[in-house]
């Protein structure tokens, strides 16, 4: 199974930057999907960008838009989030998940693994103040 770790998070004031970072260890993670996701409280989960291998960036939150760029470093086994310009309505805790998916299913539609399809991280807190 693949494991998937996060850091970066912190708290900076709006205007600010951050860099998540996902590392993945395990059983080597060659194809699938990867993506972001968060939860502020009392929300849902949402997709906030996601990542196919072999193809790249397949997906951006409308809200994070132009101020939040996904990418992969593969020799590193790491996801990461530039998080740009941040806002106080991008405080959540966000995640990283892996799925073993075509890279066609690795977009908006994706919800992130359910079972035993992929892994989860344990989130990072990343606070915005006003």
């Known amino acids: 199974q693949v494991q998937l770790a996060e850091s970066g998070g912190g708290s900076v004031q709006a205007g600010g930057s951050l860099r998540l970072s996902c590392v993945n260890s395990?059983?080597?993670?060659?194809?699938?999907?990867m993506g972001w996701f968060r939860q502020a409280p009392g929300k849902e989960r949402e997709a906030v960008a996601t990542y196919a291998f072999g193809r790249g960036p397949t997906f951006y939150t409308d809200s994070v838009k132009g101020r939040f760029t996904i990418s992969r470093d593969n020799a590193k086994n790491t996801l990461f989030l530039e998080m740009n310009n941040l806002k106080p309505e991008d405080t959540a805790i966000y995640y990283c998940?892996?799925?073993?998916?075509?890279?066609?299913?690795?977009?908006?539609?994706?919800?992130?693994?359910?079972?035993?399809?992929?892994?989860w991280g344990q989130g990072t807190q990343v606070t915005v103040s006003s």
């Open positions: 395990g059983y080597p993670l060659n194809w699938g999907c």
């Open positions: 998940a892996m799925e073993r998916i075509l890279g066609s299913a690795c977009g908006d539609n994706w919800r992130g693994p359910a079972g035993d399809s992929g892994s």
